[in-house]
């Protein structure tokens, strides 16, 4: 039994302040989710900001090692500090990134055909429980809209979005834009807005100069741009700084980041641009002298 309270006279129940209730979150059409998914979300998108920087380094899942992973603990944890949320595999996270890492992981969650197959025949590639045991903050599953495979990829996004619901567990849609499809904003936002009323939780995508305002304003959850094939530092930075100006919510890069000459030096940068909203020249000049 408890101690009885021996203060009763000194009660305090601040009678002329409203209480604060939960309900309200910060994040484009989550208001609605449950205690634990809002939770999870709010370490991939920090607080400040509404905003995130995932470094993701999941391509191995399907085309094994990709340049500037071959050995990520060599080059790659010591960027993980400067990153929101890591993006990466299961296999990776438990061979190779240190349990005591502070960072929350995104992880991918789909996988099957190697860059030799047809890579829209992905199916489930993990159990809900192992990502709960790994303490995840969100599941990556691909989408191929208008692929092969279209609507089995749709079906298992589907399933980890119920199973998701179930745990807390969001739920990131990767629109994957086959090499037959035209990456354009009308495709986009058709690829966008279906994972969204699909129940994803927040949508990975990329950006694309004309219209790319009309793909975040028509998807009613959290659009991350996805990085692409590496440019030139100070056009990745302008990339991402205007997916931010026409209503990103942050940016999830890889080869963008971890295949500069100055990885540590542009993922700092890509944080300005993302959180601060700093000018592309400005975050450049960062990136060369960091
Ligand atoms: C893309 O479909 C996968 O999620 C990738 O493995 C990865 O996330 C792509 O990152 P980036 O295009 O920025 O190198």
């Known amino acids: 039994m408890p101690e009885a309270d021996s203060s009763g006279e000194v009660k305090n129940f ?126 990556a599953v691909q989408v191929f809209i208008g692929g092969e495979f279209e609507t089995q990829t749709v079906h298992n996004m589907t399933r980890l979005v119920d199973l998701g619901l179930r745990y807390g567990m969001p739920v990131m849609a990767v629109t994957a834009v086959g090499k037959e499809m035209a990456r354009d904003a009308r495709y986009l936002r058709m690829a966008c807005r279906i994972c969204a009323e699909l129940g994803a939780q927040f949508v990975k995508t990329y950006y694309v100069a ?5 793909v975040t304003a028509s998807c009613p959850v959290p659009i991350v741009m996805a990085g692409g094939k590496k440019l030139p530092e100070l056009d990745a930075l302008t990339m991402a700084y205007r997916a931010m100006q026409e209503g990103a919510a942050g940016v999830d890069m890889g080869r963008n980041i971890f295949q500069s000459d100055s990885p540590t030096g542009m993922i700092q940068a890509v944080s300005k641009v993302v959180h601060e909203g700093m000018k592309p020249a400005e975050a450049y000049d960062l990136y060369r002298t960091s």
């Open 14 to 139: 601040y009678l002329d302040i409203p209480a604060q209730t939960t309900g309200q979150f910060y994040l484009k059409g989550s208001g609605a989710l449950d205690w634990g998914m809002q939770n999870r979300l709010s370490r991939v998108f920090r607080p400040a900001t509404g905003h995130t920087v995932m470094l993701a380094i999941d391509h191995g899942y399907f085309q094994g090692p990709t340049t500037g992973l071959e050995r990520v603990d060599v080059n790659i944890l010591s960027l993980v500090p400067y990153a929101d949320a890591l993006m990466c595999t299961r296999g990776i996270l438990r061979s190779t990134v240190p349990s005591s890492s502070a960072t929350p992981v995104v992880l991918r969650a789909s996988g099957g055909p190697s860059i030799l197959k047809e890579l829209s025949h992905e199916e489930i590639a993990i159990d809900i429980d192992d990502a709960l045991r790994l303490n995840v903050c969100a599941l």
């Open 210 to 214: 004309e219209g790319f305002e009309t």
